[in-house]
């Protein structure tokens, strides 16, 4: 009988196919890690967010859609992409359940987005027009191909497991931090001084990453460790 840890994975949404899908990376790099992945519904039923806790050991934020501005009190700018109220919505009700009961999560590209607009940051809505165009964020494909490195703070869980000062991250995004929630810490930043990855230190296991290790962990040694660190606390 299997024993591994369940993790609930944020679904992707496809308004024009009228459908939720899911990127096989996310579920990939569960499965190297040791982990069980589950695509959940996209719901605001307390109770069912209340089930999902109860069978789930830890959750994935994902990638997608554009955190919409008004979950940080700004007004949308043309820049600012489409927008998934479902998501904004459910994603919040389980962010605060899940911390509430100090369960393992892990954020990637939206994901830190969105977690940090959660707890009460804010977002730049664009960046190379309201930020900076001086680092390359949003690559082509291919995607598992590193194509700017980010700077990793010293005293950070991140730089106790990588054991490095430098990585070299792929990149696709075109929202990201701006100002950072007091419940955050910084774990990482672009050249260009964008926060690329955070932890919450009041929780278990809290991370969020701005790159793409759904793409890279199949040649990347260090998205594999991401995603085993994660594991591991569920």
């Given at each position: 009988?299997?024993?591994?840890?369940?993790?609930?994975?944020?679904?992707?949404?496809?308004?024009?196919?009228?459908?939720?899908?899911?990127?096989?990376?996310?579920?990939?790099?569960?499965?190297?890690?040791?982990?069980?992945?589950?695509?959940?519904?996209?719901?605001?039923?307390?109770?069912?967010?209340?089930?999902?806790?109860?069978?789930?050991?830890?959750?994935?934020?994902?990638?997608?859609?554009?955190?919409?501005?008004?979950?940080?009190?700004?007004?949308?700018?043309?820049?600012?992409?489409?927008?998934?109220?479902?998501?904004?919505?459910?994603?919040?009700?389980?962010?605060?359940?899940?911390?509430?009961?100090?369960?393992?999560?892990?954020?990637?590209?939206?994901?830190?987005?969105?977690?940090?607009?959660?707890?009460?940051?804010?977002?730049?809505?664009?960046?190379?027009?309201?930020?900076?165009?001086?680092?390359?964020?949003?690559?082509?494909?291919?995607?598992?191909?590193?194509?700017?490195?980010?700077?990793?703070?010293?005293?950070?869980?991140?730089?106790?497991?990588?054991?490095?000062?430098?990585?070299?991250?792929?990149?696709?995004?075109?929202?990201?931090?701006?100002?950072?929630?007091?419940?955050?810490?910084?774990?990482?930043?672009?050249?260009?001084?964008?926060?690329?990855?955070?932890?919450?230190?009041?929780?278990k296991f809290l991370w969020a990453v701005q790159w793409h290790p759904e793409f890279s962990y199949p040649k990347d040694k260090n998205s594999k460790l991401i995603f085993r660190e994660f594991i591991r606390h569920c």
């Amino acid at each position: 009988m299997s024993n591994r840890p369940v993790i609930g994975v944020i679904p992707l949404v496809d308004y024009n196919k009228n459908s939720y899908w899911m990127l096989p990376g996310y579920f990939g790099g569960i499965v190297e890690a040791g982990g069980l992945p589950v695509m959940l519904p996209l719901t605001s039923d307390s109770a069912d967010i209340e089930q999902i806790t109860e069978m789930c050991d830890g959750f994935l934020f994902t990638g997608g859609q554009d955190v919409d501005p008004k979950m940080y009190s700004a007004r949308k700018i043309g820049a600012c992409g489409e927008c998934s109220p479902e998501r904004d919505l459910m994603e919040e009700m389980l962010l605060k359940r899940a911390m509430e009961l100090d369960m393992p999560i892990l954020g990637i590209c939206r994901g830190i987005q969105f977690i940090n607009a959660a707890l009460g940051g804010t977002l730049w809505q664009d960046i190379p027009s309201q930020f900076s165009d001086t680092v390359s964020h949003c690559q082509k494909p291919p995607y598992d191909v590193p194509i700017h490195e980010v700077n990793i703070k010293q005293d950070s869980p991140l730089h106790n497991l990588l054991k490095a000062d430098i990585t070299l991250v792929n990149s696709y995004h075109h929202q990201g931090i701006r100002e950072l929630s007091s419940a955050l810490l910084p774990m990482a930043k672009a050249p260009d001084g964008l926060i690329e990855a955070v932890c919450a230190p009041k929780q278990k296991f809290l991370w969020a990453v701005q790159w793409h290790p759904e793409f890279s962990y199949p040649k990347d040694k260090n998205s594999k460790l991401i995603f085993r660190e994660f594991i591991r606390h569920c």
